[in-house]
């Protein structure tokens, strides 16, 4: 149900908070517009709801496996180097 406007007396402080956000970039923007919608409409934000849709989720990193050469091959590199 929509609160009456005067429930939300700081609502252009939110509006202005809203705007500032508007400045940064990727989820931020999306999170800012969501909070100016909802705060012109009159509604105050369900925060659980935002902090589980906004909330950063775990990567998914591949997995790198890096052989270590046998040492006596930076020796043949050396010596290669060397005699050049």
Not at 56 to 64: D, G, I, L, N, Y
Not at 66 to 72: F, G, L
């Amino acid at each position: 149900m929509p609160m009456p406007n005067a429930a939300l007396p700081d609502q252009r402080d939110h509006r202005l908070g809203g705007r500032l956000l508007r400045r940064l970039e990727g989820v931020e923007v999306v999170l800012a517009d969501r909070l100016d919608a909802l705060l012109t409409a009159g509604k105050m934000p369900d925060l659980e709801q935002l902090r589980s849709e906004f909330a950063p989720r775990q990567a998914q990193c591949p997995e790198v496996v890096i052989e270590t050469p046998a040492a006596s091959l930076y020796d043949a590199l050396l010596d290669e180097e060397v005699t050049a």
